[in-house]
């Protein structure tokens, strides 16, 4: 069992830059993978970016070179650097711990908008 909270989340204009925190109740060295997930108004919930417990990552195509995941097994935190904001960026982000059927947090809100 491991509580998920995000933070970082706000409103950024195009082309400006967010950092996502994502805080768990215990150790995340034994957790294996830790991703970032994002939901859109009317889609479906999407892969934005995973990352191991060796370190590897994995990104979707669509934020490949904007977004990096990285993880601080010290601090019990996962952080998404999120560069070059684009509009469709636009969604709640989530943050996840041993895949879409393990541990979720609440979300937190990312607007893009001049």
Do not use: H
């Amino acid at each position: 069992q491991v509580q998920l909270v995000e933070s970082g989340g706000g409103l950024v204009q195009p082309g400006g830059s967010l950092r996502l925190s994502c805080a768990a109740s215990r150790s995340i060295f034994s957790i294996n993978v830790m991703g970032w997930y994002r939901q859109a108004p009317g889609k479906e919930r999407e892969l934005v970016a995973v990352i191991s417990s060796t370190g590897s990552t994995n990104y979707a195509r669509f934020v490949k070179g904007r977004f990096t995941i990285s993880r601080d097994n010290a601090k019990n935190t996962v952080y998404l650097q999120m560069n070059s904001l684009k509009p469709e960026d636009t969604a709640v982000y989530y943050c996840n711990a041993d895949g879409t059927f393990g541990y979720w947090g609440q979300g937190t809100q990312v607007t893009v908008s001049s």
